[in-house]
């Protein structure tokens, strides 16, 4: 069992320092590690209804072999269980199960589960700790590192939330195996951010060919990548953070007007980023080689360039100006006027969103 | 108006360092205070309905004399607004009144308001600033003082929450003056119980005759003893904070028991203190005659010593035990063996439970 091989990346931050541990048969390792970081109680482990099908057992047997009292507590898949009613519901279930403020929960599955569970850790009881086990490509690179927690509002996506970093995070590169093709590519749209944010070199890197089984090392890359500017700004106050919004204002935007589920988060993303690249190159200066060379890798992993026929360029742009007002008043936006770097802009107009909405128009 | 005198109590937290506010006219500069503290955006008033019509112009004048853009938001009055959905539903009209990551809460109102409002700061958004502004003696004493927000689960109160410390508090104890009489006796039971923990010569200044108006000092004084426990172990770990707990055990039981509402949360801690004074003097050294000023000082503000004839004691036993449930599996206790002392024991047992709520029968 101790023949898998693992890479581990420290994440060294002010509130709380955590090992990211990514390779293959970490799952049957899970009671170990948490015993290597000396976690203890009672354990609850979070998950949907398929990731639980589909790796619940194997957890939770490591758990329980390593001593500890578990238990699986599943909520149905999807978007929809982002929200404060399960939040409570799941808090009302820790609470029959015995869990106290001496307990921690262990988050088994995608972003959803993450957030969700991430957030039930930091508000049950005043907060108890987690461990990630991100289980596909979003959630290991990124929204399992970092301590971003939450649910949705009516308004919109993850306004309701804390940070609370969690204590472990193990990725398991296996469980990409048992994704489906359609969220296995779209995982690869925030690696591809990542790439134009932080590091160009990336891009030629990724391989649309290549087996799942051996994405440990750019996983370990973008994790690395991720936790890097979650250091430089834990809290979200310098801007640097900021940063990895790239491509994510229109992005929720088309999310947001095409209904959860429409659209995955990648394919959204994907969209967002293509009309951030569009602002990019017209007005900051990216030159349009560099801009083509991010789409057609976007391309390359079956993500969208433009949006569905059945979604509308104005409404879209009615949601972003909305979206837009979350900062202050201020619009704020992430441009790159190079590939490997990214900054916030304040001067991006609404004739740029626009502009740049249009041009996704199929 | 700057007429008015105010003494301060400094909160020095690793997390954050606040004022806290003591005297009378403080609510008409609100707004004077938060620009003092450097606050800044837009701003929401939470409160509920009864004090949002005794207090809420005064506390929007100020705060819109200020150059604030404001917005009053009321909730229901009482302790059924202590909850996910009410949260929720705050956070939702929050947004709808355009508040940002750049904006601020004011809580106006007693406890509930007050961890209601401070919960919703802390999490949208991820956190946002929090003035408390407390009315009631239990909120100026101590639930404004600390950082501990939160909401009530199916299984208990306070079971969900997180620990958001305000920036400022303001407790004008003119609002004192608009209590009825019931609402501000209840209030006494915190400040005898800080008399137990912490200071005893605090018993012998307590005067159930002497003027609301006339409170500053007994208010500032207990604000000051609570900011003292709270610096000493900010997030409840070293045990000093636990020892605020005193009376609490059985008296959240109580509470439970009688169903919110019946008996107010201050008779419901009296009588939680008449049960923890009878174990500390039959186990652990306490002198009947130290126990007996205390009981004396609870009934000369008309607290109760014994349970109304409708209470069960072995339903409230159950509660208590089930309680118990949520440290970890140890029966933690907190008695007092001198008058100005407190310590947590592990050595109460079921027994000592019984004979406890058995002396509390009417």
């Keep these: 069992m101790n023949n898998d091989h693992f890479l581990e990346i420290p994440v060294a931050l002010p509130s709380n320092s955590y090992r990211v541990l990514v390779g293959t048969g970490l799952l049957a390792r899970t009671g170990e590690f948490c015993a290597d970081e000396k976690i203890s109680g009672r354990c609850a482990v979070i998950t949907d209804e398929t990731v639980g099908r589909l790796h619940g057992?194997?957890?939770?047997?490591?758990?329980?072999?390593?001593?500890?009292?578990?238990?699986?507590?599943?909520?149905?898949?999807?978007?929809?269980?982002?929200s404060m009613a399960t939040a409570e519901n799941v808090v009302n279930r820790l609470l029959s199960a015995g869990l106290d403020r001496g307990s921690f929960l262990v988050a088994l599955g995608g972003g959803v589960v993450g957030d969700l569970a991430g957030f039930v850790a930091a508000i049950f009881l005043r907060g108890i700790p987690l461990v990630q086990i991100p289980t596909t490509i979003v959630a290991q690179v990124d929204s399992s590192i970092g301590g971003k927690t939450g649910v949705n509002a009516r308004a919109g996506k993850n306004l309701i939330g804390s940070f609370h970093q969690p204590r472990l995070v193990l990725a398991d590169t296996t469980t990409l195996e048992t994704l489906p093709d359609r969220e296995?590519?779209?995982?690869?749209?925030?690696?591809?951010?990542?790439?134009?944010?932080?590091?160009?070199?990336?891009?030629?890197?990724l391989k649309p060919s290549q087996p799942r089984s051996s994405l440990s090392s750019v996983i370990a890359h973008n994790i690395a990548i991720k936790a890097t500017i979650v250091k430089e700004d834990e809290m979200e106050r310098t801007g640097q953070r900021a940063l990895l919004n790239f491509g994510h204002t229109i992005g929720h935007a088309i999310e947001n007007v095409a209904g959860y589920g429409t659209l995955l988060h990648g394919e959204a993303i994907s969209l967002g980023m293509c009309a951030a690249l569009e602002i990019s190159q017209r007005k900051y200066g990216l030159p349009a080689s560099d801009a083509q060379r991010v789409r057609e890798k976007l391309l390359a992993y079956g993500l969208?360039?433009?949006?569905?026929?059945?979604?509308?360029a104005d409404t879209i742009l009615a949601a972003t100006?909305?979206?837009?007002?979350?900062?202050?008043?201020?619009?704020?936006?992430?441009?790159?006027?190079?590939?490997g770097t990214a900054r916030v802009v304040k001067d991006v107009t609404e004739d740029d969103l626009r502009i740049a909405v249009d041009s996704l128009r199929p």
Tied chains: 1, 2.
Excluded: C, W
């Design 321 to 339: 100006r909305h979206d837009k007002k979350f900062d202050g008043g201020n619009i704020r936006f992430v441009v790159s006027s190079q590939l």
């Design 304 to 312: 969208p360039l433009r949006l569905p026929e059945n979604l509308d």
């Design 184 to 205: 296995y590519r779209e995982g690869f749209a925030e690696v591809i951010k990542h790439a134009v944010i932080r590091d160009a070199a990336l891009l030629d890197t």
């Design 57 to 82: 057992s194997v957890v939770m047997d490591s758990i329980t072999a390593g001593g500890y009292d578990a238990h699986l507590l599943a909520v149905p898949a999807g978007e929809t269980s982002k």
